[in-house]
């Protein structure tokens, strides 16, 4: 379609306009060829004719459709140029409060000058691993591509930001480098990316200042390489500076200030740390002053120093470093404050030396102050003879000065980004890095200088890389859609390059007149003029002769050639280098050392210029500025084309710095600069928009007719379509995924579906008018016909009324009054005869019927008299053997309980008759061993002590002996020296062979006493040994017991058979004598008894007194045992005497231990005296060695006492034979033993068989008496007597064992033989309990089964305990079996919920009921431990997950069901109840399980929020739910991101049920509390909401009024689900509400007061951010929608000013609700549960 075609009434258009640019009109009249004028309607109402050339006609520019305005992308615009730009850059930041937008692949930032809520980490996360596109524009959009491009493809990045001063660049690119530092954390030490953002404040500080547009600007380029490994994460990072402003150290012009550290520091003047260094306020220095404002309006200086030197510290930069900096900068203040003075003469100056300035200068920097005054005010000529010193004039000087603090200041710089780089390298080998370029855009100002020129020279070379890389891109994706790549004509600035760079060119130029000592800019200002005369892009201005004009891309720039001799030159007189060079600030020093080196080796880049460099004549001529700048630019640009790079323009809206304040000819001035418009018009020149075909299908597809719609093929549907719509085929290609559109076709294409929805909303409205009209016109039509009705009528009456018509009337009136009465009386004869006979038949059949129940009741009332009176006999009957058999079993009852007391009085008195007599014997025999032991030692005591004492006089007579002979021995010394030293070493050899002798014997001692030691703990362990496996043999006892009572179940099974022929039973009714009979034999078998236990119980009596005589007879008195033995022989019988028989027993035995402790105090005391003599025997023999000493006469009597003291050693082998005859009692009682538990094993099977034979004998005379009739309580209680006769002959039975065993010969023996057999009995005497128990419950089975014969409801008996039994070896196979291996599918876990946590539980109970605590520990550890295992092992399985937190919940549960605490036990049953835990509390163990079910849970939900995740944002905001209502906009949306992977098939809210629901199916399938499947369930549906929203947030084409529909319906499927598997109660809806509110916010009406309040009063869930944000991002799907008015916007700021709440724009997706883990007990009776063999659990056996 022809663009002229376009032109028609109602389209807009844009035309230029002085203040704004550009402004729009509406076309009022439709535009032809041959026109001169189109006629339009400007805004404020008044009419326009914009001429045009009829022959070649400049059409203004078209508007787009204000559906198409505010897109993300700008090249999604139909009509791409610059009002489209700049209007939909207006409505997205003014309106929207937008300020990021895609421009291809630049992202256009414009500054809002004011702090927004959209760079927190949650936006971060909500970024990261995004497609770029899919999400609305923003800078960590941009730099996530970066980092998955890098990490894909393996490539290193570049991120190039860029702009004017104030545009936001250094906050980009800050905020780059966090997003870095955020997605791809370390995780080492050293904490790399915490250094890489710590770098940020330190470079602001020294290379940032305040300039007229920004208070922040950066003055100097910055390119920083962030290291990656090849996990992607930071391992170190790189800067690169570019042309420092060096002289705004030195000069600044007004409202401007030097670099903030200088402020810094003179703010912080007063502390400590600073006091050497003499600081003045920051309006005292010269340096500092000259912008006149020293201070920033919201930045504190002071806050600005504290953060300065907190990273200093973070990068690890010493203290001593930061000092020396801080005295360089101070320095370079007080040199600026140096005066310099006019000498005699203008030619002449002079620094007085004492200036303080300079004093303090010399003092910090450590220079001379005459040589630097002399070289400040001098300047060295060198001439071919001779070197002249000549004196400068002051303004030379003062320019000597400044240059050298620009100089000092600028190696302070590169030697600060020198230290922050070392700082920030990390060891290890670099992968991938992303660079990150925040340099200067295009700059121009009134007064355009040198750096003004490098700044655009480096932008002309950053463009021309711009624009090779956009074509690249075009290709590659014109090739990848197979469409034909035609060459673009595109603004190509390599000409402008070309005049800068090459031969003969600008810098060329410049380098060779700054070659020249006398050249100045005038004369190179000339040359250019001279030789650049001829080239188009380089002007001479008509009206100065200082400046010249470049054509750049951007703009003309007319440049001032002052000063860029000086400024290229950068000279500092070599005078003034010595003697900074000489300084005895090592610091400072090395500035200089270093540039000394740099010189040689700068030439080691390789720079490939336009043409080769002069280079310099002798050593004294530098580098010029711009060749360093020239290769350092180079090096820049090889290493962007080595990179991809991703491009980030920075816009100022405005030069007042106002928040989102939008100045229309300031940004397009940015746009030109930056290239945007270039990539704008690149972009119209080819294919803008594209579609895929999916898009273009659903959005026109109400353009397409009913075949074309009905074809399956959409590709075919879209080609057809487009080919009968356009009909010229250039203006849309077809791609292999796309469809592409010239600019302007998107437009046409939405004006003809715009026309075709007019069409069809003019039919619509024609149709419903015409109903509407014809409804009416059929009302009016019914109601006139009404009216004509009665009008009509009422006309008849009055013409047709007469007298004759009136008489005729009256007569027919009564003719038929007299008819129709006689035709009723006829009907009513009729009726009452019908009626009468109808009545006669029914009363008499109701007198019949009332007759038969009359005769019913009587036979019933006879039936109820016969029947009562046979039931009261038979309730009688019943009564009366009911209290029989009360009284029967209360007197079994007594009888039992007493002889329980007397087996239990006897038990105790036989454990207390063998402990007492072992322990008697063995104490017996210690006293005689120790007894003899001490006549020994007291018998040696004396001997010694006589020997020690009688050692003593003979030492004391010698003494005396000596010292009266002492005159004569002086002169026999000699000899006697000599004597006295063989002597002395005789005794020495004698006495240490003694010595060695006591010390052999005292060991051998020792041995011999821990071997005695040692058989005794051999002789405990033996016991202990007996114990356990006595203990053993009891607990077989107790198996063989549960086989009984199985046994006995069995029978009472037998017994329920018989129970039917009970009727039969009722006609023997001649054995009540029979029976009476047997009660009298019963009683003379009790009497018998009676007089049994009498006759044991005075045997017992009698056996008791000698017990307790033998144990004290050697002891205590005869009358204090005739007190301890009862003397009453009448009554022994009785129980309350045999307890008094036992106490006396208690008391002999303690005046027996009181005895032995007594006995063993003294022999302690003993002991311990004797260990006091040997001590003293000791120190004897240390005096006894000095006597030695001093004569050796001593010695030979104390050898006789110490072989004295070894003959009476002799004594040892008696101890000897006392540890044999020990050994030969062990072995004694050792055989004793296992005689005794041979004795043992016999007799319980002895018992058993008697047992067996009884329970026979019961069984066989309980079928006998079933079968007679009313005698049933009668042969109970013979079974009762029967049952009581056993119990005697078991308790004849031991009494005659304990008979035989006091036979035997020995006490010890008969001892150790009672305490087995008593250990025998006590569990013979459960087993009897039991037994009687069982008896019991018989009795109340049978009791019960009468009454429940009446109600035909027969009792099930209970089989098992609920108990699994397991083997200690068995557990790792348990646990392999039940825990490791299991499968959660398979059968038999599917077909009983938690069989796993039962069993595991029924195991548990096995061995609390064995009260075997290291077992019961063991297993509990060892399923804490699998369990764990498991769940580690298979972190990402949902099913194994949910299976182990059901059982996990299940096995908690039946922890505290059976635990026996009350406030578990309110709903168990009674035979829940029974089956409680017994002996140990698990409660410590319930914790532990408490807190892994919390762990599963978390790691349960974390693999369904994973797996439910990616399908939320296609299924809940994508996907169009309902049919028809396409919320889908117009953007020609075209993906960006170069690591897209198409996804085979789209996620819908059929999805997302789906998976919800295969998460439900999993979890009630295994069992899983509803509770517990609530709060997942609750937890997921957060998710939901929370993910929605965070992405509603960030993507503006979802805010539209249709999208809230597909939201709300979308929202009610998931409603319908939650009732469908009823779980409203989880409130899960609840977590929906803030997705609702925001639904229910994009649907509303926007746009007067009450809607206002409205959204205030109902969006109680959303906080004001969020609600803000969403209006502003109200975006219309079809023009019939209305935009959000920014006054609105407002005004529901204003009434929401008020709420508090979070500030957040996002929802935190990641939090977890609490978990409970509700008790809820367990119906499964654990008896009843069958373990399947699939399992492999047939070791376990069900108790």
């Avoid at 018992?1247 to 109970?1276: C, D, G, P, W």
């Amino acid at each position: 379609m022809a663009l002229l075609e376009l032109y028609t009434e109602y389209n807009r258009v844009w035309i230029p306009d002085a203040e704004n640019v550009w402004k729009s009109a509406e076309i009022i009249k439709d535009f032809h060829f041959g026109n001169n004028a189109l006629e339009l309607l400007l805004e404020d109402g008044s009419e326009y004719s914009h001429p045009v050339d009829p022959s070649k006609p400049q059409l203004p520019p078209l508007r787009n459709p204000d559906i198409l305005v505010g897109e993300n992308d700008l090249t999604a615009l139909s009509y791409l140029h610059e009002p489209a730009v700049l209007h939909n850059l207006k409505v997205r930041f003014v309106e929207s409060r937008i300020i990021y937008t895609y421009c291809g692949i630049i992202l256009v930032a414009v500054n809002p000058y004011k702090q927004l809520h959209i760079y927190g980490d949650a936006i971060i996360h909500a970024y990261s691993g995004q497609n770029m596109g899919d999400m609305d524009p923003h800078i960590f959009a941009v730099a996530e591509e970066a980092y998955k491009q890098m990490a894909r493809n393996h490539k290193n990045q570049s991120i190039i930001v860029s702009g004017e001063s104030g545009a936001g660049k250094t906050v980009s690119a800050r905020y780059t480098m966090r997003y870095f530092a955020v997605v791809s954390k370390s995780g080492s030490k050293t904490r790399v990316e915490d250094k890489v953002l710590a770098s940020n404040p330190i470079t602001e500080a020294i290379g940032n200042a305040k300039t007229i547009r920004n208070d922040n600007s950066s003055r100097f380029g910055k390119y920083t390489e962030i290291s990656f490994d090849k996990r992607h994460r930071i391992i170190g990072a790189n800067m690169r500076t570019y042309l420092l402003e060096k002289s705004r150290v030195i000069s600044q012009t007004d409202n401007e200030r030097n670099y903030h550290i200088f402020y810094q520091m003179c703010s912080c003047a007063h502390l400590p740390e600073f006091k050497n260094l003499r600081l003045l306020s920051a309006d005292k220095f010269r340096y500092t002053c000259m912008g006149g404002d020293i201070t920033i309006e919201g930045v504190d200086d002071k806050k600005d120093m504290e953060e300065t030197r907190r990273t200093f510290s973070l990068l690890g930069l010493k203290e001593d470093f930061l000092s020396d900096v801080f005295k360089v900068l101070a320095a370079i203040l007080h040199l600026g404050n140096v005066e310099i003075v006019n000498n005699s003469g203008r030619d002449k100056s002079s620094v007085p030396l004492r200036d303080p300035h300079l004093v303090i200068f010399c003092e910090l920097l450590g220079v001379s102050a005459k040589e630097l005054v002399r070289w400040l005010c001098h300047r060295r000529i060198v001439l071919v003879a001779e070197t002249v010193v000549k004196p400068v004039p002051k303004e030379r000087a003062v320019n000597s000065r400044d240059a050298l603090a620009k100089q000092i200041y600028a190696h302070l710089f590169d030697c600060v980004i020198k230290s922050i780089n070392t700082a920030l390298q990390v060891p290890g080998k670099q992968h991938a890095f992303i660079g990150v370029l925040d340099i200067y855009g295009f700059e121009t100002f009134d007064v355009n200088s040198f750096e003004q020129f490098c700044i655009n020279y480096a932008n002309e070379k950053l463009q021309q890389q711009f624009n090779l890389h956009v074509f690249k891109l075009e290709q590659e994706e014109y090739m990848k859609e197979d469409i034909p790549w035609t060459l673009i004509d595109f603004y190509d600035n390599q000409p402008v390059i070309d005049l800068i760079e090459a031969k003969l060119g600008i810098l060329d130029l410049l380098d060779e007149e700054c070659l020249f000592p006398q050249g100045t800019d005038q004369s190179w200002l000339q040359k250019l003029f001279n030789y650049l005369a001829s080239n188009p892009l380089f002007e001479k201005p008509r009206l100065s002769n200082e400046a010249f004009v470049i054509q750049h891309f951007a703009d003309k720039v007319e440049y001032q050639c002052r000063g860029f001799l000086e400024k290229n030159r950068d000279t500092l007189y070599e005078e003034l280098v010595d003697v900074i060079r000489v300084s005895e600030f090592p610091f400072l020093a090395n500035f200089f050392q270093e540039e000394e080196l740099s010189t040689v080796n700068r030439r080691g880049v390789k720079v490939r210029p336009a043409r080769p460099r002069v280079k310099p004549a002798n050593k004294q001529l530098r580098t010029s500025v711009g060749d360093k700048f020239c290769s350092s630019l180079s090096l820049l640009m090889e290493t962007l084309n080595a990179t991809i790079p991703h491009y980030v323009r920075c816009v100022k809206p405005n030069d007042e710095k106002l928040p989102f304040e939008y100045d229309s000819r300031r940004v397009v001035q940015q746009l030109r600069a930056c290239g945007v418009l270039e990539t704008i018009r690149i972009s119209a020149q080819s294919y803008p928009s594209r579609w895929t075909y999916n898009e273009f299908y659903s959005r026109y597809c109400i353009l397409m007719s009913h075949q074309e719609a009905d074809l399956g093929d959409k590709k075919q549907t879209c080609r057809n379509v487009l080919q009968r719509l356009i009909q010229d085929p250039n203006q849309y290609k077809f791609g292999r995924t796309k469809i592409f559109f010239r600019a302007g076709q998107v437009a046409y294409l939405e004006k003809l579906r715009l026309d075709r929805l007019r069409g069809a909303c003019v039919t619509i409205q024609k149709h419903f008018r015409g109903w509407r009209v014809r409804r009416k016109y059929q009302r009016m039509r019914e109601a006139a016909i009404i009216l004509q009705q009665y009008i009509r009528g009422t006309r008849t009456i009055r013409k047709t009324v007469s007298a004759a018509m009136l008489k005729q009337g009256w007569a027919a009136m009564v003719i038929q009054r007299h008819w129709r009465g006689y035709r009723m009386r006829q009907i009513y004869h009729l009726v009452r005869l019908a009626t009468i006979t109808i009545q006669a038949f029914t009363r008499g059949w109701m007198a019949r019927e009332r007759y038969k129940m009359m005769m019913k009741e009587h036979k019933a009332v006879v039936i109820q008299k016969y029947t009562r009176a046979w039931l009261a006999r038979r309730r009688f009957r019943t009564t009366r053997r009911l209290v029989m058999n009360v009284q029967l079993s209360f007197r079994v009852q007594k009888l039992r309980k007493k002889i329980d007391e007397q087996n239990k009085e006897n038990r105790g008195l036989m454990e207390r008759l063998t402990s007492l007599a072992a322990s008697h014997s063995q104490t017996v025999d210690r006293l005689h061993g120790v007894e003899a032991q001490l006549e020994k030692s007291t018998n040696q005591k004396a001997s010694v002590e006589a020997r020690v004492k009688k050692g003593k006089e003979d030492a004391e007579l010698t003494i005396s002996q000596l010292q009266s002979e002492k005159d004569a021995l002086k002169l026999e010394q000699q000899n006697l020296e000599k004597k006295f030293e063989t002597t002395t070493r005789e005794a020495k050899e004698s006495f240490d062979r003694i010595k060695m002798t006591l010390v052999e014997e005292k060991e051998y001692e020792e041995r011999l006493r821990k071997i005695a030691e040692n058989n005794t703990d051999i002789q405990r362990q033996d016991h202990e040994k007996e114990v356990e496996s006595l203990k053993d043999e009891i607990k077989r006892l107790k198996e063989s017991r549960v086989s009984l009572q199985r046994k006995i179940e069995e029978e009472g099974q037998v017994n329920a058979d018989l129970q039917d022929q009970v009727v039969q039973l009722t006609k023997h009714v001649k054995a009540i004598p029979e029976l009476r009979r047997d009660l009298s034999s019963l009683q003379n078998q009790k009497n018998n008894m009676e007089r049994n236990m009498k006759e044991q119980s005075e045997r017992a009596r009698a056996k008791m007194k000698d017990i307790t005589r033998q144990l004290l007879g050697g002891v205590v008195e005869e009358e204090v045992l005739l007190g301890l033995t009862p003397d009453d022989n009448e009554k022994i019988y009785e129980v309350e005497d045999v307890l008094v028989a036992f106490d006396g027993l208690q008391k002999a035995s303690r005046i027996l231990e009181n005895h032995q402790r007594e006995q063993k105090e003294s022999f302690e005391t003993q002991i311990g005296g004797l260990k006091l003599k040997v001590d003293h025997l000791e120190n004897e023999n240390s005096k006894l060695q000095n006597l030695f000493q001093e004569k050796s006469n001593v010695n030979e009597n104390i050898r006789h006492e110490v072989s004295r003291l070894s003959s009476e050693n002799s004594s040892i082998p008696e101890l000897k034979q006392q540890v044999s005859e020990l050994q030969k009692q062990k072995q004694e009682l050792e055989a004793h033993a296992e005689e005794q538990s041979r004795e043992l094993a016999e007799k319980t099977e002895e018992i058993t068989n008697v047992l067996e034979k009884r329970i026979q004998t019961e069984s066989s005379q309980r079928r006998h008496f079933e079968e007679k009739a009313e005698e049933l309580e009668e042969l109970k209680s013979a079974l009762q007597g029967q049952v009581e006769d056993l119990e005697e002959e078991k308790d004849h039975l031991k009494r005659k064992l304990q008979m035989e065993s006091e036979a035997k010969g020995k006490l010890r023996q008969e001892t150790s033989r009672l305490t087995a057999e008593n250990m025998d009995f006590e569990e013979q005497l459960d087993q009897r309990d039991r037994l009687i128990k069982k008896l019991q419950n018989q009795l109340k089975s049978l009791e019960t089964s009468q009454k429940a014969k009446q109600t035909s409801a027969p009792a099930v008996p209970k089989d098992f305990l609920g108990m699994l039994e397991y083997k200690r070896e068995d557990e790792p196979r348990l646990i392999q079996n039940i825990i490791l291996d299991l499968k959660p599918r398979g059968v038999g876990v599917s077909m009983i919920l938690g069989l796993p946590a039962y069993v595991l539980f029924m195991c548990v109970r096995h061995a609390d009921y064995l009260n075997d605590e290291v077992k019961l520990k063991s297993l509990m550890n060892a399923i804490i431990g699998a369990v764990k295992k498991v769940v580690m092992s298979h972190p990402k399985d949902f099913e194994l997950l949910s299976f182990w937190l059901s059982n996990t919940y299940h096995l908690l549960n039946c922890l505290k069901q059976y635990s026996g605490e009350e406030e578990f036990m309110k709903q168990n049953t009674p035979r829940q109840s029974k089956n409680c835990l017994k002996n140990f509390d698990l409660s410590e163990h319930r914790q532990i399980f408490s807190d892994l079910a919390i762990n599963i849970y978390h790691q349960f939900i974390s693999v369904m929020e994973k797996s439910l995740a990616p399908s939320i944002v296609p299924g809940m905001l994508e996907h169009e739910s309902l049919q028809g209502i396409s919320s889908m906009k117009p953007t020609g949306f075209r993906k960006r991101s170069n690591s897209i992977f198409e996804d085979s098939e789209a996620s819908t809210i059929s999805s997302i049920i789906q998976q919800l629901s295969a998460f439900h199916s999993t979890m009630a399938q295994h069992g899983m509390e509803q509770g517990l499947i609530k709060q997942a369930i609750k937890q997921l549906f957060f998710l939901v909401g929370a993910t929605t929203l965070n992405n509603i947030m960030l993507r503006k084409d979802m805010c539209s009024c249709r999208k809230g529909m597909q939201i709300r319906c979308n929202i009610s499927f998931l409603e319908e689900w939650l009732k469908e598997k009823e779980l409203q109660s989880s409130y899960a809806m609840d977590t929906l509400k803030p997705l609702s509110q925001v639904a229910w916010l994009l649907q509303v009406n926007k746009s007067t007061d009450d809607d206002a309040k409205e959204i205030t009063e109902k969006c109680t869930e959303l906080n004001p951010v969020q609600i803000v944000k969403i209006l502003n991002s109200y975006t219309p799907i079809d023009d019939f929608e209305k935009r959000v008015t920014s006054s609105f916007v407002r005004k529901v700021q204003s009434l929401l000013q008020d709420r508090e709440g979070s500030t957040q724009l996002m929802l935190d997706s990641d939090y977890r609700f609490q978990v409970t883990f509700p008790f809820c007990p367990s119906s499964q009776a654990l008896e009843l549960l069958q373990v399947p063999n699939s399992l492999h659990l047939g070791f376990l056996t069900r108790i």
